[in-house]
């Protein structure tokens, strides 16, 4: 088993970049993919990015989206640039354990969650 933390959110102004950072801890070796995942109010949880682990691979919803990670810190990054008021929302750390999935970007494939991070973009 992963446990997650993610952090880095909260208040920015529209137009602005911003990094949220996920760190694993415990069985880090079966890791195939850490992504990040968001929530607005009302809404359902929305693929951002992913990450495929060893490889380095990314996978985005929109460009300006931009996954890292550290290999030897067990750390994935996301990097939100030109944000939007839109882009309001808990983003959740997760991560792809035992396995690879193509199916990516569904929420069921990811069983191992950070607590979320807020990240409030104003206009």
């Known amino acids: 088993q992963v446990q997650l933390k993610d952090s880095g959110g909260g208040l920015v102004q529209a137009g602005s970049s911003l990094r949220l950072s996920c760190t694993a801890s415990?069985?880090?070796?079966?890791?195939?993919?850490m992504g990040w995942f968001r929530q607005a109010p009302g809404k359902e949880r929305e693929f951002v990015a992913t990450?495929?682990?060893?490889?380095g691979i990314p996978y985005v919803a929109e460009p300006r989206f931009v996954i890292t990670k550290d290999q030897v810190n067990n750390a994935a990054y996301l990097q939100i640039n030109s944000l939007k008021p839109e882009d309001t929302a808990v983003y959740y750390c997760?991560?792809?354990?035992?396995?690879?999935?193509?199916?990516?970007?569904?929420?069921?494939?990811?069983?191992?969650w950070g607590q979320g991070t807020l990240v409030t973009v104003a206009s």
């Open positions: 997760a991560a792809l354990y035992g396995q690879w999935h193509w199916n990516y970007r569904e929420i069921d494939p990811y069983k191992h």
């Open positions: 415990g069985d880090t070796a079966r890791l195939y993919g």
């Open positions: 990450i495929k682990w060893r490889e």
